[in-house]
């Protein structure tokens, strides 16, 4: 019985992906499973990805990063404001990145530093810088991406410095004690700090890391855009939220997070995204209103079976 | 019409596999003043909970007045006319004084559902003139104030129903002595006009002083009920102790034994509100007691000795490196172990495995090239471990919560004595773990000792102060209060008298 | 001027009430009298040199007007949110009730007369956050990311309806002129006393008041000292919803209509509310909560009507303030917490 529910829940993701194939493929008449449709999933998965492997670190310390998205918008258009000042695509990958680290410690320090709710801190950077990057986008004029980042979109550069981008943050996450400690403070913040555990830095690095991410998406995304835009990264920060949920981490992180869960969610929600364009919903309403009722729906499903799991150990076994 | 106002018949209550009552008889009479004595998890405040509504009873019956009585909550038997001020209710931080003294009961102000507040304070303020009790400022909040004064209100809350049976659960022990004198007069007041009252406190010499008879609990059953005229606390003690006492898993040996060579030095540490300049210096192959009452600091001590009170004054300094302790990250790495005393909260997380619970605190240690943390390494670490302390588990990947208490607190201890220790403090670490992991924690501690670590054993349990250390300090008020080495003037009357 | 405002508030007691009259505690109703009025005091010097500084713009009557009323919209999100935030819950979902319920009001509005808007947008926030309430009860998702996936779901129910009224060829609710008299003076004044006098009374006066804020201190203790707290939540929604839905008929008189968005826009609504109560938190101690709101409510819409006659561009720079000050806030807020904060 008890192993049973282990395993249940480390196969949630590859279960409800799936159901999700086959269910839109139904529904899609099989054009989902076109080989043309597949390839374009996979080119539209690599942005959410990469924000994915990132945020994970937040997601697993129980706190959310809801400022990804505007990062990700802020980053692009600084690093194209860089660009235009120097000519120069390394400068502005460069600028991109150190932005996008720049309000993740920003983040990271306003939440361990200042003991402000994760969701309330980053919700207003949220907010904030939506308004300058509007500010900016205002006085200058849209700006198409440079040739040296326009060769991200082709598969044959991508895709390896996706893998090679997974690989590196699927070793700091699971085999580091970066990864271990930011679980760690999932599971049991005062635990972490009582044994000594550098608590605080590890809530600003994993900040950084989901900065830093958001950032190399946003590179991505310019590739793929072939450009900076003005809705550049609106409600990404939610796709990310959901990616993650849905892949079965528990919204208090800890062991549950794992990175395979962040991947195969964000495929899931490409997955429901792209299934809903191919059958003519594509207007924004309709994927928010379904990736809402999504995640409620898997945050129900994961609080509850949390909860028996706990009152049948409780009732099962030890003292109170 | 008899003149018992309570009578508990066979009760009987189970936390899991834990049975922290088993079938208790108890029966108090009208005017009576009774306390109830007990070790630490014998099951008195369990006893209590059940009468005052906090938990359920399993099995058995109460009969109150006469007529069957199982109360839900703490209200119902407050309309019952049960007063209660234990440990497990406090009050609510954030409503004034005044508030708390009639929560739950707030109907009687209401008119067209708006409360009359000054006919609240006014009739909260009578409450505190009418049983004499330390005036506090009924509009403020509580949130912010003193232990002392929480209490008052509480007792207040208890008296304002007022009550023909009163439960006070270790009152006296957060009390200055003018409340102390004045909770003195209030007993014998509600006795001399009939009222029951049921007293737990660790100040056996007080409790014989203040009640009529004394029922003393062990192990979740009833020992005996004896009448206090020329009761002797040791009397009382031997009944509490009972045939376990035996020697055999302390210390054998009546004389200190350690190193010259000091470990660890504390100088003048300071936690505002908390304790005050204690100093101490622990040697190699020490065990260093740390006793008092439950708000004497001796917790504190703990924590501020592994850097874990940011806001403390005073120097921790290891003394092979010369090395300051400011932080805990620096007392991690460098050879100190702290096992906290809320074992569940604090230590372990309760919904991972044991495997990464077990190799938590050597993650610095284990890493290899390019910090790589090999999991079949973590596996070997953690079965070796599983093994070496006998911890009863399906696997190392069993959740913790799975683990009965003793196997959870091996599991704790187990972790840091696999790492090259130098200084170990443990707080209360054989708390809630039955008699068999008792003795199997003592004899890790006798090894410990013997492979030259210094341990500070800090614990509000005598008589395990008694059996492991080689000195002790003892605290009260947040100071340090005497100390003694172990020899002749080892005895609990002795380091009482410096405690209370 | 901030200094001023949060210095020396630290480690004190809140005081519970301002106006009765204690033998005990006079001196003390006085001292937050005072208080009071050394921050009017203070906002009014504040005002005016500002208003010395931007030649006579700020403190004309009409801008004052306007002024006044929009921050009696935010006040009354703020009292909803100030019972949310005493028993430890959020709800980010409120905007897009009060897009629903603005909605709501308008249509019931055209029909009904100012029944209708009265009633139609208190009904539906009542319905819609006490219906939050019962499903953060219900599944025991944290209430913070709950309110995130139902504020997606009302967001697109909003627009959904929008486009299908549009594209049958109608028009969203609006407004006649004629029935938008609830958001001008002097009706918004009577309106915002009503609210004002309400929101005291429940929030200090009454058992479900004082059981919410309860709440606060924790559910165990609370749940022993016989408080039902399933009940008080549920009453904890509609209270909140109340208020909400006052806020939702006051916007949608004042502006005529609401057009709903998608992209989780709404977060952004509850932003001012937000700063205006953690504003009145931290001030907590010298001022009753409730009387508080308004003041913060007033003093944070000043500052964005300052930029605004600044010349500072709204949607872009005063986001970008407002993002700003809702984290400063936040930091003044929760500058003495201890433990975990998720």
């Known amino acids: ?320 | 019409m008899t003149d018992i106002i309570l009578d508990v018949k066979g009760l009987y209550k189970h936390f899991g596999s834990t049975c922290a009552n088993k079938n208790v008889d108890f029966s108090l009479k009208k005017g009576e003043v009774r306390g109830l004595a007990g070790e630490n998890g014998s099951g008195k405040s369990t006893l209590l909970s059940q009468i005052s509504g906090i938990c359920r009873k399993d099995a058995g019956e109460m009969i109150l007045n006469g007529e069957p009585y199982d109360p839900h909550s703490p209200l119902q038997a407050a309309n019952h006319k049960i007063g209660i001020v234990v440990q497990e209710l406090g009050v609510l931080s954030t409503l004034p004084a005044g508030v708390n003294v009639f929560a739950g009961r707030l109907s009687q102000f209401t008119r067209f559902g708006i409360i009359n507040m000054s006919a609240l304070y006014q009739e909260a303020e009578k409450q505190f003139k009418k049983w004499g009790l330390m005036p506090v400022p009924l509009k403020k909040t509580c949130g912010n104030m003193q232990i002392e004064t929480r209490k008052m209100i509480e007792l207040a809350r208890a008296l304002s129903i007022d009550p023909d049976l009163l439960i006070l659960d270790e009152v006296t022990q957060s009390l200055s002595q003018n409340n102390r004198d004045m909770l003195y007069q209030l007993i014998e007041y509600l006795k001399a006009a009939g009222k029951t009252i049921v007293i737990i406190t660790h100040d056996l010499e007080e409790m014989i002083r203040l009640c009529d008879n004394i029922t003393v609990l062990r192990d979740g059953e009833v020992v005996g009920t004896k009448a206090c005229d020329g009761l002797e606390p040791d009397e009382l003690k031997r009944m509490m102790v009972g045939r376990e006492v035996s020697c055999a898993y302390y210390r054998e040996d009546w004389v200190p034994d350690y190193e010259d060579e000091i470990v660890l030095k504390a100088e003048e540490l300071s936690v505002s509100g908390e304790i005050e300049a204690v100093s101490f210096n622990v040697h190699r192959g020490e065990i260093l007691g740390f006793c008092g009452l439950s708000d004497s600091g001796i917790h504190t001590v703990g924590k501020a000795v592994y850097g874990l009170a940011p806001s403390m004054k005073g120097r921790v300094v290891l003394s092979k490196k010369s090395l300051e302790i400011k932080n805990a990250g620096t007392a991690l790495c460098n050879g100190m172990a702290y096992v906290p005393k809320d074992r569940d909260g604090e230590a372990l997380m309760m919904q991972d495995s044991i495997v990464n619970n077990f190799v938590f605190p050597s993650t610095t240690s284990l890493k290899g090239r390019l910090s790589f943390l090999n999991p079949r390494k973590l596996r070997t670490v953690a079965e070796k471990g599983i093994a070496d302390f006998q911890i009863k588990c399906s696997g190392v990947n069993q959740r913790m919560d799975g683990l009965s208490g003793g196997n959870k607190q091996k599991v704790n201890l187990g972790r840091w004595l696999i790492k090259d220790l130098d200084v170990l403090i443990l707080d209360c670490p054989t708390r809630g773990v039955d008699v068999g992991v008792k003795a199997y924690i003592y004899q890790l501690m006798r090894q410990a000792k013997a492979q030259g670590l210094a341990i500070l054993l800090i614990s509000d349990e005598l008589p395990e102060i008694i059996g492991m250390s080689d000195r002790v300090i003892i605290m009260k008020d947040g100071r340090i209060n005497g100390e003694f080495e172990r020899g002749d003037d080892f005895i609990q009357e002795k380091l009482i008298e410096v405690m209370v | 001027m901030s200094r001023r405002f949060f210095g020396g508030s630290h480690k004190e007691c809140v005081g519970c009430n301002v106006t009765i009259k204690n033998n005990i505690n006079r001196g003390e109703s006085w001292k937050q009298w005072f208080f009071l009025f050394l921050i009017l005091l203070l906002i009014a010097a504040v005002c005016y040199l500002f208003d010395f500084c931007f030649d006579g713009k700020f403190l004309t009557k009409s801008n004052l007007t306007v002024l006044i009323s929009h921050a009696i919209i935010p006040a009354f999100v703020a009292w909803g949110l100030c019972f949310i935030f005493a028993c430890e819950f959020t709800d980010m979902s409120i905007g897009a009730v009060i897009v629903i319920a603005a909605n709501v009001s308008g249509m019931l509005g055209s029909a009904f007369g100012y029944p209708g808007i009265i009633l139609g947008g208190i009904g539906t926030g009542m319905l819609l956050i006490a219906f939050n309430f019962f499903i953060f009860v219900k599944t025991n998702i944290p209430s913070w990311i709950a309110g995130i996936g139902l504020a997606m779901i009302y967001e697109a129910l909003a627009v959904l309806y929008s486009n299908k009224v549009t594209q049958s060829g109608g028009t969203i609710a609006q407004l006649d002129n004629s029935l938008r008299l609830l958001a001008k003076p002097p009706y918004i004044y009577l309106v915002f006393f009503l609210g004002f006098i309400a929101a005291y009374l429940i929030y200090n006066r009454t058992q479900v008041g004082l059981n919410i804020r309860a709440l606060g201190s924790g559910l165990k203790v609370s749940a022993d000292l016989g408080i039902d707290i399933k009940k008080t939540l549920l009453y904890v929604g509609l209270i909140c919803g109340f208020f909400v839905g006052c806020s939702a008929f006051l916007n949608e008189s004042y502006n005529a209509r609401m057009t709903a968005k998608t992209g989780l826009t709404s977060l952004a609504m509850i932003f001012q509310p937000m700063a205006a109560l953690m504003l009145a938190q931290v001030l907590q101690s010298r001022i009753n909560i409730i009387v508080g709101i308004p003041i913060c409510s007033l003093l944070v819409y000043s500052i964005f009507n300052m930029l605004t006659i600044a010349g500072v561009p709204s949607g872009t720079w005063q986001e970008a303030i407002l993002g700003f000050i809702v984290i400063l806030f936040g930091v003044i807020a929760q500058r003495n917490t201890k433990g975990v904060v998720k």
């Open chain 1, 1 to 320: 019985m008890k192993k049973e529910r282990f395993e249940l829940n480390k196969l949630t993701p590859f279960v409800s992906l799936i159901v999700m194939l086959l269910v839109f493929t139904v529904l899609t008449k099989g054009s989902m499973i076109s080989p043309y449709n597949i390839s374009m999933l996979i080119d539209q998965s690599v942005v959410l990805i990469i924000a994915c492997c990132g945020t994970i670190f937040v997601s697993a310390q129980g706190r959310v990063d809801l400022s990804v998205g505007v990062n990700c918008a802020f980053s692009a258009v600084i690093g194209d404001l860089a660009y235009r000042a120097t000519g120069s695509s390394l400068i502005m990958i460069v600028t991109a990145l150190l932005v996008g680290v720049g309000i993740g410690l920003v983040n990271g320090m306003l939440i361990s530093r200042f003991k402000v709710p994760s969701f309330m801190a980053t919700l207003a950077i949220l907010i904030g810088l939506r308004g300058i990057v509007n500010y900016i986008q205002s006085i200058a004029s849209v700006n198409y991406a440079s040739d040296v980042i326009m060769m991200l979109s082709d598969n044959q550069i991508k895709l390896p410095l996706l893998i090679l981008i997974v690989v590196v943050f699927w070793y700091l996450f699971e085999y580091t004690s970066l990864g271990r400690y930011c679980k760690a403070i999932g599971e049991n913040e005062v635990v972490a700090y009582s044994v000594g555990m550098p608590v605080g830095r590890s809530k600003i690095v994993a900040y950084a890391l989901s900065g830093l991410t958001a950032a190399i998406s946003c590179i991505f995304l310019i590739a793929r855009l072939g450009g900076t835009s003005t809705t550049m990264g609106t409600f990404f920060e939610m796709k990310v939220m959901t990616a993650i949920y849905v892949g079965g981490v528990l919204v208090r992180g800890g062991s549950t997070a794992k990175m395979y869960k962040a991947i195969l969610g964000a495929f899931i929600v490409m997955i429901i995204e792209n299934g809903l364009k191919i059958m003519g919903y594509a207007s924004s309403e309709v994927s928010e209103f379904v990736q809402g009722l999504l995640l409620m729906v898997i945050l129900f499903l994961t609080v509850f079976f949390e909860l028996r799991r706990q009152k049948v150990k409780k009732t099962a076994g030890q003292e109170a």
